[in-house]
T-cell receptor, first 116, second 117 residues
Framework: GENVEQHPSTLSVQEGDSAVIKCTYS??????FPWYKQELGKGPQLIID?????GEKKDQRIAVTLNKTAKHFSLHITETQPEDSAVYFC???????????????FGRGTQLTVWP | GAVVSQHPSWVICKSGTSVKIECRSL??????MFWYRQFPKQSLMLMAT?????????EQGVEKDKFLINHASLTLSTLTVTSAHPEDSSFYIC?????????????FGNGTRLTVT
């Protein structure tokens, strides 16, 4: 099955700096890549996603890039704020052959801490 | 946006009892719902895929007789932890897809913290 690797596991930045989290995937059939933010004691919240026919997507301070050839995708957060502190998960979804289930495979998560 | 409601948010039960967790899609129909388990500071582990009107598909190593899943309607799936033991204590999270189509986003509930004493 698909294997998603995520780095770094922890990331500390100063408020206002940028943060970058990187993920790689193994299955070239993966075609959808969401990013989730999970705050303590809560469920993951979808913050941005990208499909395999797009190389980059941006939503205000958050952007995601995808390199299909290298099988890696990254989350970029600019002008970080203390409220960005959370655990971020990347995920990949394989276009199931003959099925519409399309389960998500998650990375191990990155604990982002933004210091004021 | 799509909202997934999970109830209860936390529950404490005695060893040997059963606990039911509900997952509802509030403003959309969810043909497929997923149940995850998350240990502290770890990633989400998929337990089972719940399809409306049919039997759930369990991941390898997940006991289907212990974790009963029912998806009786397009807006409700339930997970029942039967004969709970302390090792079942964990954070359980459900998620739902908005449509039957493959590329619809997956939205998560806020999770249920289960503590078995």
């Amino acid at each position: 099955g698909e294997n998603v690797e995520q780095h770094p596991s922890t990331l500390s930045v100063q408020e206002g700096d940028s943060a970058v989290i990187k993920c790689t995937y193994s299955d070239s059939a993966s075609n959808y890549f969401p990013w989730y933010k999970q705050e303590l004691g809560k469920g993951p919240q979808l913050i941005i996603d990208i499909r395999s026919n797009v190389g980059e997507k941006k939503d205000q301070r958050i952007a995601v890039t995808l390199n299909k050839t290298a099988k890696h995708f990254s989350l970029h957060i600019t002008e970080t704020q203390p409220e960005d502190s959370a655990v971020y998960f990347c995920a990949a979804r394989v276009a199931d052959r003959g099925s519409t289930l399309g389960r998500l495979y998650f990375g191990r998560g990155t604990q982002l801490t933004v210091w004021p | 946006g799509a909202v997934v409601s999970q109830h209860p948010s936390w529950v404490i039960c005695k060893s040997g009892t059963s606990v039911k967790i509900e997952c509802r899609s509030l403003d959309f129909q969810a043909t497929t719902m997923f149940w995850y388990r998350q240990f502290p500071k770890q990633s989400l582990m998929l337990m089972a895929t719940s399809n409306e009107g049919s039997k759930a598909t369990y991941e390898q190593g997940v006991e289907k007789d212990k974790f009963l899943i029912n998806h009786a309607s397009l807006t409700l799936s339930t997970l029942t932890v039967t004969s709970a033991h302390p090792e079942d204590s964990s954070f359980y999270i459900c998620s739902a897809r908005q449509t039957v189509y493959l590329n619809s986003p997956l939205h998560f509930g806020n999770g249920t913290r289960l503590t078995v004493t």
